[in-house]
């Protein structure tokens, strides 16, 4: 099978189940941003040598898969796997245990540090806007609630990790000069 369909040379892509939208359509563009937050995260695993961290991630980076398919799809009831309120459940639990471990913040904080707290931040931002994205498309089609709750506790999440992963290094999360 080859990489190429060349189905796409008109500007339209064909949606999972059947039809066809134009590329800068809110649902293919929400689920590209779903699919650069993803990357994006795979960029932090890359980085990283933390082998809890990292079963996370990969754990964020199926879910991303599932929110991308479910804005993919003709009909999402008839996929196998969508997202859930347990999901956004499991998130906020992740996020309560990061930010014990790390600690409340005393200042802001500068995305920086090690470099897969960087990346993590990174990730933290193209979560932002793949979240706007979902909004936007939720606005526009509707999106089930669930979907748009976890890619808010994402930001959230990987924002903690970021500081977890510095404080697992023994490096100090980078607080603005006061200027």
């Known amino acids: 099978m080859k990489l190429y369909t060349k189905k796409g040379d008109r500007g339209e ?3 999972a189940g059947g039809g066809w939208l134009l590329k800068d359509h809110h649902r ?3 689920g590209g941003e779903i699919d650069e937050l ?3 995260i795979g960029m932090a695993i890359a980085a990283c040598a933390d082998e809890a961290l990292s079963a996370q991630l990969r754990q964020l980076q199926e879910h991303l898969l599932v929110i991308g398919s ?3 799809a003709a009909d999402p009831e008839t996929l196998p796997r969508r997202i859930t309120d347990g999901d956004v459940l499991m998130l906020e639990a992740w996020i309560d245990a990061a930010s014990d471990e790390a600690g409340s913040p005393s200042s802001f904080i500068l995305p920086g540090g090690t470099e897969v707290a960087a990346r993590l931040h990174q990730a933290r931002a193209v979560c932002r806007r793949a979240e706007r994205g979902v ?3 939720s606005r526009a089609l509707g999106v089930e609630p669930p979907v748009i709750a976890y890619t808010n506790r994402l930001s959230d999440l990987l924002f903690a990790m970021a500081r977890v992963a510095n404080k697992r290094a023994g490096v100090e999360d980078v607080a603005p000069s006061g200027r």
């Open 70 to 72: 479910e804005l993919a």
């Open 38 to 40: 993803n990357a994006a």
């Open 28 to 30: 293919v563009a929400a």
């Open 13 to 15: 892509t064909e949606l």
């Open 135 to 137: 909004v936007k498309l």
